[in-house]
């Protein structure tokens, strides 16, 4: 029935185009090759037909924040390191692109507070239950509840895409899946809500704040939509792209055979045009300058205050307002050595347990600790004895010093470096932005003031696509519908 409801929209969208006389776009720019450019160049594609030329603006490595580290010739995550079970939109590109997902090397997790540990993981399930149900008696149980109702209001939105609905801003998008309850959730502290349903301060202090801080590197203080999202990411199963991760955003942007452009994209201008707006993209690259007219522009990249490359927006009035706020720096470092399992209280590192280590508010100078796999695993590896040198993937907020680095390793060969702007440092007083900057001018990373995360990314990719494709043909009462609950019910 669904695939029915496709196939009606899309007829009505050739039907409407037919009658206005409107053809479709000849050209559309995409600004950034990161998982959100190259998911919304595919989706845009999917719409507007393969005649569509799609040029695709990047100015460092196709990936974005999706990309790998060699360490000893081996290729290992220094991205997003792995997806949940129901990234419905990531799982259909892996699907679609023949990809499969890595073969999983089990590990135990334990939460450090710089002193001991406050939580170890057993290999017995029942057993890990009944430590949780010890030390904080039911208060998993209600966080686990918080997260699923979140989750199942958040999972309509691949309903309301399927059905071709749009939304021109943060906030209409939110509304629209858990009404006020959502936005409210923007503007409240993920602990604030969470103590309000019974979970107690110290499983807060204890658990919460260590997930959220090897996520987002940020605290129990940030806004409680983003910190469930990050919450549901630590529960149920985790997968990744066996090759790595970034193979996804090379393999759709292959397959929709978007041009490829590595440039700099400097100014989006718009144009004096009758009818629909007409844009100007200039952009830098090693032969120098350069510049081309687009019908549709999509930004997916991060505009913010503290980007220095924020593109310049000319010609509009009232101007352009760019989102005002920063972006959470974090350093993730591979580093090939010894762990010193003494500083964790093992001092026979042969007994060390642990795979993934995750911190309370101390230490401060690191988030997480990962003994991790390369991309490509054989059928006969196995994970490096604690004893034996490994790769460990450190997050930390800041670069770590050479006696930081001395606390957690014995020795080491190595030690190679990613700085990422992550993710934004979600207050709840940013403001929610729009995905609309003006007719067929776009911001795909607006969402990410609201939740951060791959999969957020893809949807938002979506949810562009489809605004773009509905204020073309004019399909007003696909955008920003209330009570689209009862609509889809009643289109099923």
Known sequence: MAHAARLLAALAALLAAAATGDARPSKIAVVGAGIGGSAVAHFLQQHFGPRVQIDVFEKGTVGGRLATISVNKQHYESGAASFHSLSLHMQGFVKQLGLRHRREVGGRSAIFNGENFVLEETDWYLLNLFRLWWHYGISFLRLQMWVEEVMEKFMRIYKYQAHGYAFSGVEELLYSLGESAFVNMTQRSVAESLLQVGVTQRF?????????????????????????????????????VEGGNKLVCSGLLKLTKANVIHATVTTVTLQPTEGKPLYRVRYEDEAGTGSDSYDIVVIATPLHLDNSSTIAFE?????????????????????????????????????????????????????????????????????????????????????????????????????????????????????????????????????????????????????????????WYQDLDKIDQKDLMHKVKTEL
């Not at 987002?216 to 990411?233: I, K, N, R, V």
């Not at 009232?318 to 010894?338: A, E, K, N, R």
Request: net charge neutral; with cysteine.
């Open 204 to 240: 807060i202090d204890d658990v919460v704040s260590a997930v959220l801080r090897a996520s987002y590197g940020q605290s129990a203080a940030m806004p409680a939509f983003a910190g469930a999202m990050s919450l549901a990411g630590a529960q149920g199963s985790l997968w990744s």
């Open 315 to 471: 010609g509009f009035d009232p101007p352009i307002d760019v989102v005002q706020g920063s972006f959470q720096p974090t350093v993730v470092s591979l580093v090939h050595g010894y762990l010193n399992s003494s500083y964790f209280g093992f001092p026979d590192p042969k007994l060390f347990p642990f795979a993934n280590i995750l911190t309370t508010d101390f230490p401060s100078f690191f988030c997480a600790l990962d003994n991790i796999c390369p991309v490509n695993i054989s059928a006969s590896f196995r994970r490096k004895q604690p004893q034996e040198a490994a790769v460990w993937r450190v997050q930390s907020p800041q670069p770590l010093l050479r006696s930081q680095l001395k606390t957690l390793f014995r020795s080491y060969y190595s030690v190679q470096t990613a700085e990422w702007q992550a993710h934004p440092v979600h207050s709840p007083h940013t403001p929610l932005p729009r995905f609309t900057l003006h007719d067929q001018l776009f911001h795909l990373n607006a969402l990410e003031w609201a939740a951060s995360s791959v999969e957020v990314t893809a949807v938002a990719a979506k949810n562009v696509a489809l605004l773009a494709f509905n204020r």
